[in-house]
C-alpha cells in the first residue's frame, strides 16, 4: 500500500460515523483498506488462507485505551509472514495505524484483536505464486468482564497430548500461521478427557507448550520455560513474564523440561496474550504441588496485572485532547 492508497484508506475509515456500528449493532472489521459491518467483512473461497491455511496472524490486547506490545507484535507478524515468504502490502507503521483507527472506529478501550493476513485469491492449486494480493483483516472484540480472563474460575487441568508438536525443521510452529490443526487435534483430547487444556510434547519427548499458551513450571523456587529448540511459539507474554520474574529477583531458565519435572513441580502455569496467566492445578489426574494457586504464579499474575495497562508497555489508542484535534485537522486536509 502506498501513501496514496493508505491516504483514501483513512478517508474511508473516517467516512464512517462513529455512531454507525451503534445505529447496526454491529463493530467493524477492517478489510482490505475498508470498514465493514460484521456480516459484510468476508473474503473469497478461493483465497489460499481459507483453502490451504496459508497465511499468519496475531492476537492482541487492548487495556484501558492501551493495545499492549503493539510493537513487539506487528514485529512477529512479519517475523512469520517472512519465513512463509508472504510480502504484506503494507509497512508496519501502516499497520499498527490501521489496528489503531479500528479500534477507535469501534469506540473500544478494553479489547481482544485479531489481525491475519492470508496469501490472497488464488486457483485450487497449490502455488502461491498463483495468488493476487494479500489480504488484510482485522477483527476487534470487547472484553467484558465475563470474558476477561482475571473473572475466570482460577486453575486449571491438563493432559499431556498424544499428538507431538511439529519439528522444527517441519511445519514451525515459531510461525504463527493460519494452520493450528496440530493445536486442534491435541484440543479434542483435552475435551474427550474433561479437562481444560492439553500440553504437548516435542518429537524428543520434552515439554513444548500448551495449545494456544507458552509454559512456565516453578521447582524449588526457580522458574523454567521451555527452549525455543522444544518448538515453541516465540510468546510475547512469555517473554514480558520472564522479564517481571527477573524483576522480581526470581531465578528462571529456558531449557527443556521433561515431563516428569512437569508434573512433580511446585507450580506449573500457562501465559497467552488471551488468556495472561492461567494457573495449572493437575495434569494427568495429578495434583501440581498443592492442587492450588502458588505464590510465585500468584504473585507473577499480580504485577503483570499492574503493568499490562501501563503507557510504557505499549501504544496508546486515543491522543490526549489536543493531539486529538490535530489528528482530525490532519485527515480533513488529507480528504
Not at 496514496?4 to 445505529?23: F, I, P, R
Not at 496475531?58 to 507484535?73: D, P, S, T
Not at 482485522?138 to 468482564?145: K, M, S, V
Request: glycine letters at 8%.
Amino acid at each position: 500500500m502506498n501513501l496514496l492508497e493508505e491516504n483514501q484508506a483513512l478517508k474511508t475509515m473516517s467516512n464512517h460515523n462513529l455512531g454507525t456500528s451503534e445505529d447496526t449493532g454491529e463493530l467493524f472489521v477492517y478489510v482490505d483498506g475498508k470498514l465493514l459491518g460484521k456480516k459484510e467483512a468476508t473474503v473469497s473461497v478461493w483465497d489460499h488462507g481459507l483453502l490451504y491455511g496459508d497465511g499468519v496472524f496475531e492476537g492482541i490486547r487492548e487495556y484501558n485505551g492501551i493495545v499492549f506490545k503493539l510493537k513487539e507484535h506487528i514485529d512477529r507478524l512479519y517475523e512469520s509472514a517472512h519465513y512463509i515468504r508472504l510480502k504484506i502490502p503494507m509497512t508496519k507503521e501502516q499497520m499498527s495505524n490501521a489496528v489503531l483507527e479500528t479500534l477507535r472506529q469501534n469506540r473500544l478501550r478494553s479489547a481482544y484483536i485479531r489481525l491475519l493476513v492470508t496469501r490472497g485469491v488464488g486457483d485450487l492449486g497449490l502455488n502461491p505464486m498463483n495468488c493476487s494480493d494479500p489480504s488484510i483483516v482485522i477483527i476487534t472484540e470487547p472484553t467484558t468482564l465475563g470474558e476477561d480472563p482475571t473473572s475466570k474460575p482460577i486453575g486449571v487441568s491438563a493432559i499431556i497430548s498424544s499428538i507431538r508438536r511439529d519439528p522444527v525443521d517441519a511445519t514451525s510452529h515459531e510461525v504463527k500461521s493460519l494452520n493450528y490443526l496440530n493445536s486442534i487435534l491435541a484440543r479434542w483430547e483435552a475435551i474427550d478427557a474433561g479437562v481444560n487444556d492439553a500440553i504437548m510434547l516435542d518429537t524428543q519427548g520434552f515439554v513444548s507448550e500448551a495449545t494456544a499458551e507458552n509454559i512456565f513450571i516453578v521447582a524449588k523456587g526457580q522458574l523454567a520455560t521451555p527452549s525455543i529448540d522444544s518448538a515453541i511459539l516465540h510468546g510475547v507474554t512469555r517473554q514480558r513474564v520472564m522479564e517481571i520474574a527477573e524483576d522480581l529477583a526470581y531465578v528462571i531458565t529456558e531449557r527443556r523440561i521433561t515431563p516428569f519435572e512437569l508434573i512433580n513441580a511446585e507450580e506449573v502455569f500457562m501465559t497467552g496474550t488471551l488468556a495472561e496467566i492461567v494457573p495449572v492445578l493437575k495434569v494427568n489426574g495429578r495434583n501440581i504441588g498443592t492442587g492450588k494457586v502458588g505464590p510465585v504464579t500468584a504473585r507473577i499474575c499480580g504485577e503483570f496485572a499492574k503493568v499490562r495497562s501501563k503507557t510504557n508497555e505499549g501504544t496508546q489508542v486515543y491522543p490526549s485532547e489536543t493531539k486529538g484535534e490535530e489528528l482530525g485537522a490532519t485527515l480533513r486536509t488529507r480528504q
